[in-house]
């Protein structure tokens, strides 16, 4: 299901200050994914990265590649405000407000990195066409992307607990995101799947957390109606039921990880 750019520019507009506090999972898999980022790159490479939020991944890959020419997109205006801010305003790196899906750049890139954003993207053919068309033929696109099994445990419950009252929207399964990334004009060249456990120290604070990074409210964790406030603490108090561990209880994250390449021909879009 399609997020509607309005819906994606107010939840992470709002959750702009709060973000880089909460966000210590998606930093160490934005650090992680530095091990993915090719060894022979041109020094002065143009590099794009996709929802960067606030600039964690744009940071670590132009330390990385220091003289390469940098450019960071998010749709979020406050979003793309932080991290400039956070990146001590440096002119050598490129902010543009805009939305991926859409958006035309003014060159091709020889490198697309993104890290816990393109989940939010949908639909995926038409996102990774458009970072097809993005890439320079024999470029790489370098990322990691949340999939199905995220927060499996929170779902899971808000179904049994609500069943009238399901959230509108799942995220997509690793074979339907590597099935989009390989007819999109990219020869996969590595993936990997990884299952991750993340400690809270209550149900509540797990909740309070989802809710900083911008991934609460609206079509992605509410269904026609929010939840009220006792129905929160009934699923609160459930949560830590069924999900404790020794001082706290526990979320799943799955995230993809993957190298592809674009290829010369770049598939079409239907109806183009
Ligand atoms: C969870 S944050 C990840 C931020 C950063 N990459 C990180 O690892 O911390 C996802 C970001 O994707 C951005 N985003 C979502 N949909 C987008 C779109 N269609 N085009 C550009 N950015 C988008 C959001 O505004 C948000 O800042």
């Known amino acids: 299901m399609t997020v509607a750019i309005p819906e994606l520019r107010k939840r992470f507009g709002r959750a702009a200050g709060s973000y880089q506090l909460a966000a210590n999972l998606q930093a160490e898999i934005a650090e992680w994914l530095l091990c993915l980022l090719p060894d022979d790159l041109r020094p002065d490479a143009a590099i794009l990265d996709v929802g960067c939020g606030t ?14 020419r940098m450019t960071a997109i998010d749709c979020s205006e406050e979003m793309i405000r932080a991290a400039a801010r956070q ?27 993104s890290s816990s954003a393109l989940h939010w993207m949908e639909p995926l053919k038409s996102l990774f066409q458009s970072l ?34 399901v959230p509108a929207r799942r ?13 999109s004009g990219f020869a996969l060249e590595r993936h990997e799947s990884v299952l991750m456990e993340q400690r809270y120290s209550s149900a509540h604070e797990l909740l309070k957390k989802l809710n900083k990074l911008g991934v609460t409210g609206g079509s992605i964790s509410s269904g026609g109606r929010p939840l009220s406030r006792a129905q929160l603490k009934i699923l609160s108090n459930e949560y830590e039921r069924r ?28 109806g183009d």
């Open 55 to 68: 600039g964690v991944l744009t940071r670590l890959v132009r330390e990385r590649f220091p003289r390469a």
């Open 171 to 183: 995220l997509p399964s690793v074979a339907v995101a590597l099935g989009a990334i390989e007819t």
């Open 132 to 165: 097809a068309k993005a890439t320079r033929p024999g470029g790489l696109l370098v990322a990691s992307m949340m999939t199905e099994r995220t927060l499996l445990e929170l779902h899971r419950l808000r179904r049994e607990l609500f069943p009238e009252n």
């Open 243 to 270: 999900h404790s561990i020794a001082n706290g209880v526990v979320a799943s994250y799955e995230a993809l990880y993957f190298v592809a390449r674009r290829q010369d021909f770049v598939a079409r879009r239907q």
């Open 87 to 113: 990146s001590g305003n440096v002119q050598e790196i490129r902010w543009i407000v805009g939305d991926m899906r859409d958006h035309v750049f003014d060159e091709q890139f020889d490198l697309i990195v």
